[in-house]
């Protein structure tokens, strides 16, 4: 298995995968959300293969503290395929996230994740990695 950058010919998978973190789409809004998110140098996003196949993805946004000096990545997007679960992907995609972090000189990492039931045992796997639960997140769309 590899980690690396996501390319333009990754959309495809990059959808599935969002539709598996609950998140339904296409692959032309796909392409148009990758297209303005490659293009931007904030952002970052991962691609967990195994045998020539996308089996995960973490999308990463550095963002600047308020309350604090300096830098944070923020987990904006992580999943990894329901049939490659528990194999030690995404434990490698949150180590490629902190590698990443570190060079930017990133003083921490945060993530939202949701509070469904079937989020549970993501929650275990990110507290294993070290992340601990901090706060409650609110969300409003605008559209």
Request: charged share 25%; with cysteine.
């Amino acid at each position: 298995m590899k980690i690396r950058t996501a390319t333009k010919n990754d959309v495809p998978k990059l959808a599935s995968l969002m539709e598996q973190l609950g998140y339904p789409t296409t692959v032309k809004s796909m392409e148009y959300r990758f297209n303005n998110i490659e293009s931007n140098p904030s952002y970052l996003t991962l691609i967990a293969e195994l045998n020539g196949d996308v089996v995960g993805m973490a999308g990463l946004c550095k963002s600047l503290f308020y309350e604090y000096d300096g830098c944070y990545v923020r987990i904006a997007a992580f999943v990894v395929d329901s049939k490659y679960r528990r194999r030690g992907i995404g434990e490698k995609l949150i180590l490629e996230t902190e590698r990443w972090a570190r060079e930017l000189g990133a003083i921490a990492i945060s993530l939202n994740s949701g509070n469904r039931q079937e989020r549970i045992a993501a929650h275990k796997f990110y507290t294993s990695m070290g992340f601990e639960a901090k706060s409650t997140g609110f969300s409003k769309m605008l559209i």
